[in-house]
């Protein structure tokens, strides 16, 4: 990408300290340290005193270097403005922790709504999540600058999401991350399930709900939505709220995710992503909290409920039931706001965000004419927008009778005609994107895999929590056919006319789908000849578009076929397209034209 055309002010920016930048680092590593030790560890009575002393000390010096930052830097322009996002995170959880200790029955009330072992228990979890929101913010520079080193935002993208699942392994390798710390996950067990939770996948060989304790499925949770919206995203959003430069290089990621065309609209379309990531999945944690029967009271209801939105909207397929959604599959308010959640984390923030911006500027009228101004929002939208919610529609309602029709004597005999209209609905939409089932997808004719597997390498809508090939590459390539069989030179849509750019893009994501798919699904019937093919090529084609459904065999795939699904999730996360260029671009770009000669084809 040539980055000559970027602002003269993207450039590399120090955040002030208080303390010393290298006392401030220590910290944080012995803080990172502390806190796996404590949570991660059976530790005896004595060892346990001396890490939670250990911090409280730690987390005193980070509240010391912010009030040594506001005494020495108070007055120089800008500061609250540059580090605003540790600012914030002192003041909330410091009088959070104030209110604690001028309220003793509020500690009461903890205890008895979170189940703890005493007063003290709250107090300790109180500090460590003090201490953890710190070390985060300043790991999160620490890879930042470590990234800025970096010139080609293919590489960036690639190691931003390689450094997650690297993190979540070791995360998930802690002894007390499983629900028996005596038997701990082994290591390929840990890479399989951070990959497929960072690269929002679902796919598992153990079982979430049993087989991670709350501190596993915290940390599946946490790696679900960092990666659902992408480490860069994350660093975004605190350059942003902070109103801080950016390297040129993390400006072109953020171009190229975004499609920001300025500086302004890059800064308006993170906090678009940010706000409505967190007010989805409040707004469906809360109404999940209401009507999901059966799963338990108080915090762990309230976990439960966040773990599943989170999941829907991040388009994770992650669940707590080893069952998935087949429990609930008459509670029609559930899978609702699940069908809900799912959908709009895979519409893409662009979408949301000219949506959003279409209908604050529509003129809204009643009376004899508003029929012809009800459409206006529409007509504002932009190209993209309307390509991405046409082809949604499109593939849900097509995806729906589909599957209604292929397995009305299949999976869906039986039931009650609202359970078969959302068994129909749900999974013509969690087949795109999340990964979720309220059927026995094993028990699927083989017509009906077929159309989950088209469903599945559609896939979602550009700049999304979901996989595939996008539902805009679709749209460009049947727009691209219909000009060749109309015998138009240029592809045209809706008095528009596509660059000839985008339409060679859209064909190479496409041809490297194909490509990785088939290699993919060759290593798997290599390695694992006793499976039958339909249901490698069923996985296969799932793990690539990060959806996460499985006809069952996850688990019984040798090491080398584990290996083969993580390298696909990765593939799909990251995009064929620019994990190719992260690889193999490196060549300047040519000056010259060789003449033209036509070839016959098809």
Not at 35 to 55: K, N, T, Y
Not at 421 to 447: E, K, M
Request: net charge positive; with cysteine.
């Amino acid at each position: 990408m040539d980055v000559s055309d970027q602002p003269p002010l993207i450039v590399p920016r120090t955040v002030p300290t208080g303390l010393p930048r290298g006392w401030l680092t220590a910290v944080s590593w012995l803080g990172a340290a502390a806190l796996a030790a404590r949570q991660g560890f059976e530790l005896p009575a004595a060892a346990g005193w001396v890490v939670d002393e250990v911090i409280v000390v730690l987390a005193a010096l980070f509240g010391l270097d912010r009030v040594m930052l506001v005494v020495r830097h108070g007055r120089k322009p800008g500061l609250w403005r540059t580090c605003l996002p540790e600012l914030l995170v002192t003041v909330g959880l410091g009088l959070g922790l104030l209110g604690l200790w001028l309220a003793p029955e509020a500690v009461a009330g903890l205890v008895r709504w979170l189940k703890a072992e005493s007063s003290r228990a709250v107090w300790r979890d109180a500090i460590e999540l003090f201490l953890l929101a710190h070390v985060g913010l300043h790991l999160l520079r620490a890879q930042t600058r470590l990234l800025g080193r970096v010139q080609r935002p293919e590489v960036i993208l690639a190691g931003s999401f390689g450094l997650l699942i690297l993190g979540g392994t070791l995360l998930l390798l802690l002894p007390r991350a499983s629900a028996d710390p005596q038997a701990p996950l082994g290591f390929l067990d840990a890479l399989f399930t951070a990959t497929s939770a960072a690269c929002v996948t679902g796919l598992t060989v153990v079982d979430t709900g049993t087989a991670l304790s709350a501190l596993g499925q915290g940390i599946v949770l946490g790696l679900m939505q960092v990666g659902g919206l992408g480490i860069m995203v994350f660093v975004a959003f605190v350059a942003a709220a902070a109103s801080r430069a950016v390297p040129v290089s993390h400006w072109a990621v953020f171009r190229d995710l975004v499609n920001a065309r300025s500086l302004a609209e890059w800064r308006r379309l993170v906090r678009v992503m940010v706000g409505f990531t967190v007010a989805a999945e409040a707004a469906g944690a809360g109404l999940l909290y209401l009507w999901w029967p059966g799963v338990g009271e108080g915090a762990a209801r309230l976990g439960w409920c966040v773990f599943h939105a989170v999941s829907a909207f991040c388009n994770a397929g992650f669940g707590l039931s080893n069952q998935s959604l087949a429990p609930w599959r008459a509670e029609g308010a559930v899978l609702a706001v699940m069908t809900g959640l799912i959908v709009l984390g895979g519409l893409g923030f662009p979408v949301v965000a000219d949506v959003l911006r279409a209908v604050k500027e529509t003129r809204w009228r009643r009376g004899p004419l508003a029929r012809r101004w009800r459409w206006q929002w529409w007509r504002r939208l932009a190209l993209q927008s309307r390509l991405a919610l046409a082809t949604t529609a499109i593939l849900i309602v097509a995806g729906a009778a589909l599957f209604g029709w292929l397995e009305a004597g299949g999976v869906l005999a039986g039931m009650s005609w609202p359970e078969r209209l959302w068994g129909a609905v749900f999974q013509s939409v969690t087949a795109r994107t999340a990964g979720f089932a309220t059927v026995d997808i094993g028990s699927l004719q083989p017509a009906t895999l077929l159309v989950l597997m088209a469903l599945m390498v559609v896939g979602a809508c550009p700049v999304s929590t979901g996989g595939g090939i996008k539902t805009v590459t679709l749209a460009v390539l049947v727009l691209t056919l219909r000009a060749m069989v109309s015998g138009r030179r240029e592809v045209e849509v809706q008095g528009r006319a596509l660059p000839a750019g985008v339409v060679h893009a859209a064909l190479s994501v496409f041809v490297l789908y194909v490509a990785a798919a088939g290699l993919g699904c060759f290593l798997l019937a290599w390695t694992n000849p006793a499976i039958p093919l339909r249901d490698l090529a069923f996985e296969t084609v799932s793990a690539l578009s990060t959806v996460g459904l499985s006809t069952g065999i996850t688990g019984r795939l040798d090491a080398m076929g584990r290996l083969v699904l993580c390298a696909l999730m990765f593939i799909g996360r990251v995009g064929p397209l620019g994990l190719a260029l992260a690889v193999f671009r490196g060549a300047p770009a040519a000056r010259w034209r060789y003449p033209q000669e036509d070839l016959l084809v098809g």
